[in-house]
């Protein structure tokens, strides 16, 4: 592309480039990749679409594109992804955090709200943004994060640096929770959890650019759960709550599994009605002998 072209070519060329690539909404893509590269926000761009574009800012928008019809995800491209009604650092080394997983952030508050000092563990951490969202939505709480992944705590201890939280936080590089002394008033986790077969059929965003080891669930998707319940037992007390986001339909799976390890199991739904949160905690105790 020549310099000089206007936003209303550049932003037809992007749209017609996203959508020949499979793109949902090019034309909202095309217009956030034009204000990323040129500062010009939408409001701008519809306002006066004739404005002329400089040659190193078409340079750099071509490049956008190229990237996002390669179907690389826009979370990558602009560095940023909203949850819970806050912007977290992203790059390729963590999850884009989803807006299902906001549902453990809303119970994790609920539960928690009036506590005092509570403390919260988050396995498989990722951006952080479960913690981070936690500790910003209960103020006095701390909380410790675990990941396998060194790139990924550097993102999270970003976050929560970003998000004002980082003197309550501790992050630490584990196989889920070893090593880590409890005990948690709250633990969550969404760990990897899509069978690894299915990878390679979930839409080119997901399967070509976000980190294996933070979708691969195993055979049936649901071997985290099993590697980290000798730590949920470990670091859970008597009144500990347990959050854990689960895949579409391997509730009644883990039921079972949680069940058979002792605990209560709860479930939560999303907003299309999958089960899509599991709530555990341990059966209460009622002690004869202080009650005679
Ligand atoms: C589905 S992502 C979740 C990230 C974040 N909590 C979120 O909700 O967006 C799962 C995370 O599990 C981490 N992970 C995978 N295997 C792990 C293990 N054995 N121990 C700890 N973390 C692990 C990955 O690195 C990845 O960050």
Redesign the pocket.
């Known amino acids: 592309m020549s310099g000089d072209s206007s936003v209303a070519t550049l932003l037809d060329m992007g749209v017609a480039a996203l959508k020949a690539a499979g793109v949902e909404n090019p034309r909202a893509e095309a217009r956030l990749l034009l204000a990323y590269a040129t500062g010009l926000d939408k409001a701008a761009q519809i306002r006066d679409p004739q404005t002329k574009v400089t040659t190193p800012q078409q340079h750099r928008y071509d490049g956008l594109v190229s990237r996002r019809a390669a179907r690389e995800p826009m979370a990558y491209i602009l560095g940023h992804r909203e ?1 819970y009604g806050l912007e977290f650092d992203v790059n390729p080394a ?5 807006p299902e ?1 906001e549902l ?1 952030v809303e119970r994790g508050s609920q539960l928690l709200a009036g506590a005092h000092q509570a403390r919260i563990l ?10 981070v969202a936690l500790l910003t939505s209960l103020p006095g709480s701390s909380g410790q994060g ?4 060194a790139p ?1 705590l550097e993102i999270a201890k970003a976050n929560a640096r970003k998000h004002g939280v980082d003197a309550a936080t501790e992050f630490f590089l ?4 070893k090593g880590i002394e409890g005990p948690f008033d709250l633990i ?6 899509i069978p690894h077969a299915e990878i390679a059929h979930l839409q080119p965003e997901v399967a070509l650019f976000e ?1 294996l ?4 669930g195993g055979t049936d998707g649901i071997e ?1 759960y099993k ?2 319940t000798p730590d949920l037992m470990r670091l859970s007390g008597p009144t500990t709550r347990i959050l854990l ?1 689960i895949g579409q339909g391997q509730e009644n799976v883990l039921d079972a599994w949680f069940a058979q390890h002792g605990f209560v199991v709860g479930m939560h739904r999303d907003h299309a009605g999958i089960v899509r949160v599991l709530e555990l905690c341990w059966p209460v105790t009622f002690d004869r002998s202080l009650h005679p």
């Open positions: 949850f963590v999850l884009i955090p989803r997983t453990i988050d396995i498989a951490t990722g951006s952080g943004c479960l913690l675990s990941d396998v992944s990924a584990a196989d889920w929770a969550v986790s969404n760990p990897p959890y980190p080891m933070a979708l691969d985290p590697a980290m986001e």
